[in-house]
T-cell receptor
Framework: DAGVTQSPTHLIKTRGQQVTLRCSPKSGHDTVSWYQQALGQGPQFIFQYYEEEERQRGNFPDRFSGHQFPNYSSELNVNALLLGDSALYLC????????????FGPGTRLTVT | GEDVEQSLFLSVREGDSSVINCTYTDSSSTYLYWYKQEPGAGLQLLTYIFSNMDMKQDQRLTVLLNKKDKHLSLRIADTQTGDSAIYFCAETADSNYQLIWGAGTKLIIKP
């Protein structure tokens, strides 16, 4: 039973560039949430996708956008990268109806130079 | 807004019990969680408790919830070197999909 997978593992980008991160949920899960974890801090909620729509959004600018595909996998896109976007980006999946159990992937470490 | 607070560090001797504490402000919190993060790894769900419970035990882990004081604790019995990690407390309300997180408590094990 595959857990949550994310790609790539690490990424280095330059300020102003755009980046796409990918997530495949745990088998049987239909809901994907994205979190940003800066060094030494707890994760911050970016948004959650269910039924291919953004269901809830945290306090992040429109530069952060996402998508969910019919197979429940998801992408996180960040445009016009800033140095402050450097962080670990975590994807969590859950099953609608059991949404209190969120399982996390290993994350993508994004470095913006 | 909602806030979750934890001590940043806890140091215990191998074999002793570890008690990690957390306070939260959201009175509508429905679910409270403990996650474990090892270096370079993602977050592992350890356990969670519903707000209508006072205690939950799962092998070496005991969660205590004092809803009146908005205080949550995680006790790890017989702490081992493999328990070295950062432990995050998180909460969410029933009508909310996002988890609100503390900054994490780094558990240091002394031989």
């Amino acid at each position: 039973d595959a857990g949550v997978t994310q790609s790539p593992t690490h990424l280095i980008k330059t300020r102003g560039q755009q980046v796409t991160l990918r997530c495949s949920p745990k088998s049987g899960h239909d809901t994907v949430s994205w979190y940003q974890q800066a060094l030494g801090q707890g994760p911050q909620f970016i948004f959650q996708y269910y039924e291919e729509e953004e269901r809830q959004r945290g306090n992040f600018p429109d530069r952060f956008s996402g998508h969910q595909f019919p197979n429940y996998s998801s992408e996180l896109n960040v445009n016009a990268l800033l140095l402050g976007d450097s962080a670990l980006y975590l994807c969590a999946s859950s099953l609608e109806g059991d949404s209190y159990e969120q399982y996390f992937g290993p994350g993508t470490r994004l470095t913006v130079t | 807004g909602e806030d979750v607070e934890q001590s940043l560090f806890l140091s215990v001797r191998e074999g002793d019990s570890s008690v990690i504490n957390c306070t939260y402000t959201d009175s509508s919190s429905t679910y409270l969680y403990w996650y474990k993060q090892e270096p370079g790894a993602g977050l592992q769900l350890l356990t969670y408790i519903f707000s209508n419970m006072d205690m939950k035990q799962d092998q070496r882990l005991t969660v205590l919830l004092n809803k009146k004081d908005k205080h949550l604790s995680l006790r790890i019995a017989d702490t081992q070197t493999g328990d070295s990690a950062i432990y995050f407390c998180a909460e969410t309300a029933d009508s909310n999909y996002q988890l609100i997180w503390g900054a994490g408590t780094k558990l240091i094990i002394k031989p």
